[in-house]
Nanobody, 124 residues
């Protein structure tokens, strides 16, 4: 049974940083894609960052490019999302996902496995 568990969320002031972690069990990240997504209240889920774990290639949404960094630790079967210069608009539930099907990697609809999410709240 595949389980993805996120951690690291919390409340910070604008300009602050957080690092989210996503640990997988029953699933190996290597040679696959792992993604971070977010959903703010009243909005749809959106792609934030994706990493292709085989070669480390990364993809970012325009809204987080230059502020967020996705990284992997295959030995720990963990993917991280380092979030810097946080803004109130970054407030959302953040989810990690694995095993995408065909399509654009930042599209939430193509992903098979999801974690339960971790809340990030950024105050002004």
């Amino acid at each position: 049974q595949v389980q993805l568990v996120e951690s690291g969320g919390g409340s910070v002031q604008a300009g602050g940083s957080l690092r989210l972690s996503c640990v997988a069990s029953g699933y190996t990240y290597s040679k696959d894609y792992v993604g971070w997504f977010r959903q703010a209240p009243g909005k749809g889920r959106e792609g934030v960052a994706v990493i292709r774990t085989g070669d480390g290639n990364t993809y970012y949404s325009d809204s987080v490019k230059g502020r967020f960094t996705i990284a992997q630790d295959n030995a720990k079967n963990t993917v991280y999302l380092q979030m810097n210069t946080l803004k109130p608009d970054d407030t959302a539930m953040y989810y990690c996902a694995a095993d995408p099907r065909g399509g654009w990697v930042l599209s939430p609809s193509i992903w098979k496995y999801w974690g339960q999410g971790t809340q990030v709240t950024v105050s002004s």
